[in-house]
T-cell receptor, first 113, second 114 residues
Framework: GESVGLHLPTLSVQEGDNSIINCAYSNSASDYFIWYKQESGKGPQFIID?????DKRQGQRVTVLLNKTVKHLSLQIAATQPGDSAVYFCAENFSGGYNKLIFGAGTRLAVHP | DTAVSQTPKYLVTQMGNDKSIKCEQN?????MYWYKQDSKKFLKIMFSYNNKELIINETVPNRFSPKSPDKAHLNLHINSLELGDSAVYFC?????????????FGPGTRLTVL
């Protein structure tokens, strides 16, 4: 079935360290991927996206890596800050799916001072 | 502020009641969505409307009926509420253009059915 493979583990990091959140997706036809950040009591907030014709994309302090061979996506956050504490979701989409995002279960990032 | 907004933010009601959640976006987007997030944080799409036309209808009970009076609004009406309907419901919208576009989410409505 359709799935983006994230359970809901917790990643604990020290403030200032780099964080890496991983995601495995299942649909090899997916051609668009998004990372969202969800803080407590709020809606998912767009962080960064990548299309399948790229394998890396950088934003401000964040980098997304896409490995289509093994259907793997990762989000790297540089110099993690307390404000980065949230649940992070990856989502996949494919152009034949009417912009239907398939979300994984999320990873909780806990940043400790 | 340009955003996706939802009302109410919290909704507590008894089983069997009928309730509605409203969503509005002032981003000029053509497509709007409803998602359900369960207690384990899993987000699943329910419906999608493009220019007031239903384009995605996942396997959702008939008790759920979306209504789009115009492309800036997508409301969700739920009949005969059940305990299992308790969740956080998110509205989202995406800009016109391709079939794969970033979706922008509202703040959510936490529905509790007693």
């Amino acid at each position: 079935g359709e799935s983006v493979g994230l359970h809901l583990p917790t990643l604990s990091v020290q403030e200032g360290d780099n964080s890496i959140i991983n995601c495995a997706y299942s649909n090899s036809a997916s051609d668009y991927f998004i990372w969202y950040k969800q803080e407590s009591g709020k809606g998912p907030q767009f962080i960064i996206d990548i299309r399948s014709n790229m394998d890396k994309r950088q934003g401000q302090r964040v980098t997304v890596l896409l490995n289509k061979t093994v259907k793997h996506l990762s989000l790297q956050i540089a110099a993690t800050q307390p404000g980065d504490s949230a649940v992070y979701f990856c989502a996949e989409n494919f152009s034949g799916g009417y912009n239907k995002l398939i979300f994984g279960a999320g990873t909780r990032l806990a940043v400790h001072p | 502020d340009t955003a996706v907004s939802q009302t109410p933010k919290y909704l507590v009601t008894q089983m069997g009641n009928d309730k509605s959640i409203k969503c509005e976006q002032n981003l000029g987007h053509d497509t709007m969505y409803w998602y359900k997030q369960d207690s384990k944080k899993f987000l699943k799409i329910m419906f999608s409307y493009n220019n007031k036309e239903l384009i995605i209808n996942e396997t959702v009970p008939n008790r759920f009926s979306p209504k789009s009076p115009d492309k800036a609004h997508l409301n969700l009406h739920i009949n005969s509420l059940e305990l299992g309907d308790s969740a956080v419901y998110f509205c989202a919208s995406s800009p016109p253009g391709g079939l794969t576009d970033t979706q922008y989410f509202g703040p959510g409505t936490r529905l509790t059915v007693l």
